[in-house]
């Protein structure tokens, strides 16, 4: 049973100098799965997730990945294991070009050129847009292709766990499908999805399980169907003080 | 004054603008995955410069074996520096600013050491083998085969690190490093090996710098300041990072020297550097091929 848990954190916490910005934060991911974490701006989603890859160092807390303890690895060593973290913001190298940019998503597994060619092809059949700007720089991409790029980059790494930090930030909503489709793809295809958003309904009616973040801890958590009965999403988005449920 | 004159001038000015070139790739070795510049790549060639005159005038070695020796020696002294000067900053939050210091620190360090154990006289180090600085004559092109040699060899170690960038895996890195940090770690790039690496790769270009300088300017433990600071120039002029942008600004700013303290006067050298150097950053401030914005926050 345990085998089946990609990401289990426990009791984490993390925070910039002395001031902590996520407390306790324990959450678990199963194989196949798709989890959500939501919450306000500034709730500290984003440091949750550099905190769990280990971009931002740990105060406290727990990560195993696939049954393994990875708390001592560092993001580089992180990456290798098999947990990839696309970043808010998309973090492309833009004077690269969209290829160089595929094989440095890949620098990770130390990859043979045959490895590379055959990944690369992964990516462009997720992505087939990606083909025809292969040579151009990743700077030049729109918004949306940019960020197909960044999932494809993560992707084609084969991850046990994949994190995305508001994947949809930007997008035409037609890209916002496109964003969820491959994300489907991948949970079918046994990985584990762990996502950031802040489209609330879309990502709902995606995930399997979801948890409410505010001031740093977290509020709330659920089945899709359970969260949106209750309203603490909602205010969690409006920032009002909501009381700590009790969950059985 | 004759075309010859003008043509032997452009010649020096070239071989002078060859090394300040490589005094600001240098730089921009240790400067690429970092962001930061190392204040003690100065001292490093200096010391280059010294450690090619004890292998090759002292202990007599070949100069295909004394070089790369000098070079290993300060890719080691480079190593060092980066363990002692800058990896203890790793963790401190805006160390890029105390970067400045302890380099420095490291660099008044070099200089004086070196002093205590060589002197500052100027010592004689041969041209390379196949070469020499008698005069030849073609037309009105006047010239020596050591000042080719400098040229050639500048230009083929540029293109070299130029194409180590661009076309292999571990220089993507090192771009993507300088890009951004954080998204290479996110590959799974680990931007502390590449630091201590890019140190070491400075130290030996520096040695290789120093070492096909020291025929013509002599080896002294006091060139290292002097050096820096035209290799700082080199590069704002041609702009941060950019090893073609350090050769296109290096060879301006010697042809001015070199032709300045001729045809107007050597003390009026520094003044016509500087204004063109100031009249460039006016113009470009980003330098010749410097682009702005490298960073977005």
């Known amino acids: 049973m345990n085998a089946d848990i990609m990401l289990d954190v426990e009791g984490l916490a993390a925070g910039y100098g002395r001031v902590p910005v996520i407390q306790d934060i324990s959450l678990k991911l199963r194989r196949g799965e798709a989890i959500a974490i939501l919450g306000a701006n500034g709730a500290g989603k984003s440091t949750m997730l550099r905190a769990i890859s280990a971009l931002l160092s740990r105060a406290a807390g727990t990560v195993r990945l696939a049954g393994d303890d990875v708390t001592g690895l560092s993001a580089e060593r992180l990456v290798a294991a098999g947990l990839s973290h696309v970043a808010e913001g998309r973090r492309l190298f833009r004077k690269l070009s969209v290829e160089q940019n595929l094989e440095l998503g890949l620098y990770a597994l130390n990859p043979p050129a045959e490895m590379i060619a055959e990944r690369r092809e992964e990516a462009y059949e997720l992505f087939p847009m990606l083909r025809q700007k292969a040579q151009q720089p990743a700077g030049s991409l729109s918004g949306g292709q940019q960020q197909m790029l960044c999932i494809a980059q993560a992707l084609t790494r084969h991850p046990k766990v994949i994190m995305l930090d508001e994947p949809s930030l930007g997008l035409a909503p037609i890209l916002v499908e496109e964003v969820f489709r491959t994300l489907e793809k991948v949970r079918r295809a046994g990985q584990a999805i762990l996502l950031v958003e802040q489209v609330v309904e879309r990502t709902l009616a995606f995930v399997d399980f979801a948890y409410v973040l505010q001031n740093g801890r977290i509020v709330s958590k659920g089945t899709p169907a359970e969260l949106a009965s209750a309203d603490v999403v909602r205010r969690a988005y409006l920032g009002e003080a909501v009381a700590v449920v009790d969950h059985a | ?297």
Not at chain 2, 34 to 46: D, H, K, R, Y
Not at chain 2, 100 to 128: E, K
């Open chain 2, 1 to 297: 004054m004759s075309g010859e004159d003008f043509f032997a001038l452009l010649v020096s000015g070239l071989t002078t603008g060859a090394i300040y070139a490589m005094v600001g790739v240098s730089l921009n070795i240790a400067y690429k995955p970092t962001n930061v510049f190392n204040m003690a790549q100065g001292g490093l060639i200096m010391l280059g410069m010294m450690f090619t005159w004890v292998l090759l005038s002292v202990l007599g070695l070949p100069w295909i074996l004394g070089v790369p020796l000098a070079m290993a020696i300060v890719a080691a002294v480079g190593l060092v520096e980066e363990r002692i000067a800058v990896a203890p900053l790793h963790n401190v939050a805006g160390h890029s600013h105390a970067w400045v210091i302890t380099t420095l620190a490291f660099s008044i360090i070099l200089v004086n050491a070196a002093d205590q154990i060589w002197g500052a006289d100027p010592r004689y180090v041969a041209p390379m083998p196949g070469t020499s600085l008698t005069h030849h004559r073609f037309g009105i092109v006047g010239f020596n085969t050591a000042q080719i040699a400098i040229i050639v060899i500048a230009f083929a170690s540029i293109w070299l690190v130029e194409y180590f960038y661009h076309h292999t895996r571990l220089g993507r890195a090192v771009l993507a490093v300088s890009e951004d940090s954080d998204g290479a770690r996110l590959c799974g790039i680990n931007p502390l090996r590449l630091t201590m690496g890019s140190f070491a790769a400075g130290g030996a270009f520096a040695a290789l710098t120093g070492a096909i300088a020291s025929p013509i300017l002599f080896a002294s433990t006091e060139f290292g300041l002097d050096l820096l600071i035209k290799g700082f120039i080199a590069l704002a002029i041609g702009g941060l990072g950019s090893n073609w942008g350090a050769l296109a600004g290096a060879i301006l700013i010697a042809c001015i020297e070199t032709l300045s303290s001729v045809y107007l006067s050597p003390g009026m050298r520094q003044i016509a550097l500087l204004a063109v150097f100031l009249a460039v950053l006016l113009m470009r401030p980003n330098g010749m091929f410097g682009r702005p914005g490298g960073r977005e926050v």
